[in-house]
């Protein structure tokens, strides 16, 4: 397929696989989230149970903002979900240190883990794909 073609049809598509993977971080974290709160003593941990859901509400509601962004090629968007999904897998750290066993891992951890990786791989995609559309637009915008 001829160069200008290409460049001309990604001009009205939309990044939906970056798009659907920032919302498959929203499951991820959903998952983590319900395990975290299962698995935590609430009686030692009352404000900490805090922490953790609101932590998760605004994570989830700037992805899912990010998410619609991401997909009509939102440069800000993009560095801004590539953040969080860095602070996504950096959370492990910050959990209390009764959910850093071997125990919890496939229920806390890797859902965690998970939703930062698949969220760092959207942005990464995100921006590659927002660098190829600017250049379109650009190249659409020389031969008008």
């Known amino acids: 397929m001829n160069k200008s073609i290409k460049n001309e049809m990604l001009l009205y598509q939309r990044n939906s696989l970056s798009s659907a993977l920032a919302l498959f971080f929203l499951v ?3 998952i983590q989230t319900i395990f975290t709160l299962n698995t935590v003593d609430v009686s030692a941990a009352g404000i900490r149970i805090m922490e953790i859901i609101l ?13 619609s962004e991401i997909k009509r090629y939102s440069l800000r968007w993009s560095w801004t ?3 969080i ?3 996504q897998c950096l959370r492990y750290f910050l959990l209390p240190g009764s959910l850093r066993t ?3 891992f496939l229920t806390i951890v890797l859902p965690l883990e998970a939703a ?7 942005a ?3 921006l590659v794909k927002c660098s190829m559309y600017r250049t379109a637009k650009k190249e659409a915008e020389c031969h008008t």
């Open 28 to 30: 991820f974290n959903t």
């Open 55 to 67: 932590t998760n509400i605004v994570l989830s509601f700037l992805v899912f903002i990010a998410a």
């Open 81 to 83: 979900a590539l953040g």
């Open 85 to 87: 999904g860095i602070f």
């Open 102 to 104: 071997e125990d919890v």
């Open 116 to 122: 930062g990786f698949l969220l760092i791989f959207a």
């Open 124 to 126: 990464v995609i995100s």
